[in-house]
């Protein structure tokens, strides 16, 4: 997993079940509320803009009945 932070000018790298993140170059850590807030913040705008790209590549995606299915 490669998640850029904007707000903390870093990227997430990998996570754990418990909390702690590992951001590039530095050990793994339980991040404080700011930096939780800016991860969920980021990881909230990869998903909108990746299902932008899905409804882009696929506009049937969309419809309601089949949410969880890439058709190809």
């Known amino acids: 997993m490669r998640l850029y932070i904007e707000t903390m000018d870093t990227v997430l ?18 991040p404080t509320l700011q930096e939780r807030r800016a991860i969920l913040h980021a990881a909230q705008l990869e998903i909108n803009g990746l299902q932008d790209l ?17 058709k190809t």
């Open 13 to 30: 790298v990998d996570y754990e079940p418990d909390g702690r993140v590992k951001l590039d170059g530095e050990d793994w850590s339980t």
């Open 54 to 70: 899905v409804l882009a590549l696929d506009p049937d995606a969309g419809d309601e009945s089949d949410t969880h299915t890439i």
